[in-house]
């Protein structure tokens, strides 16, 4: 646990971009909202991995994600439920069930059509909050941090100098 949490704040303290941290969030929100390991969730993390996304905190998000998981997922299932007993949308979800490839998704499960809805919905929201938030951090408190006569007392040490050439840094 301590090894994410340090994962994730060198994540936060790289040089990678924000959107990419936010990506990440948003792409563990389809898995880790996911009962189960569905084949959109293998699909989402070949995604994560071709793309320059951060894995930590892909990672870390998805179980935090799969906590919330639990608690909503009776929420899921309503919205499932709503809306594949949508007379209107009956056509498609027949349409869809004859192909194999959504038959494999299992979309006409209702905690998993209603936990993919909500990702769907949450995506945008939750992609520019997390920029925000991470923006947020680098301009405010990774800079109040660097600022502290602890840090720069610690960054200033042999052993910091030593761990820093070790792991890579500058």
């Not at 994410?4 to 948003?26: G, K, R």
């Not at 027949?94 to 038959?103: D, E, G, P, S």
């Not at 990774?142 to 050439?165: E, F």
């Amino acid at each position: 646990m301590l090894t994410q949490i340090a994962s994730l704040i060198e994540a936060l303290n790289s040089d990678e971009e924000p959107w990419q941290i936010s990506l990440a969030v948003v792409f563990a929100a389809f898995v880790g909202l996911m009962p189960t390991m569905a084949l959109h969730s293998v699909i989402l993390i070949f995604i994560v991995l071709l793309l320059n996304i951060n894995f930590s905190v892909f990672t870390i998000f998805v179980a935090l994600f799969a906590i919330a998981s639990y608690v909503l997922d009776p929420l899921f299932n309503s919205i499932g439920l709503m809306l594949l007993n949508n007379a209107s949308l009956e056509g498609l979800w027949t349409a869809m069930y004859n192909t194999t490839f959504w038959r494999l998704i299992h979309f006409n499960n209702s905690i998993i059509m209603g936990s993919f809805f909500t990702s769907l919905i949450l995506s945008l929201p939750l992609f520019f909050i997390s920029q925000w938030a991470v923006k947020n951090y680098r301009d405010h408190i990774l800079a109040r941090l660097n600022g502290m006569g602890l840090v720069k007392m610690i960054k200033a040490s042999k052993v910091y100098t030593l761990y820093s050439k070790v792991k890579g840094g500058n």
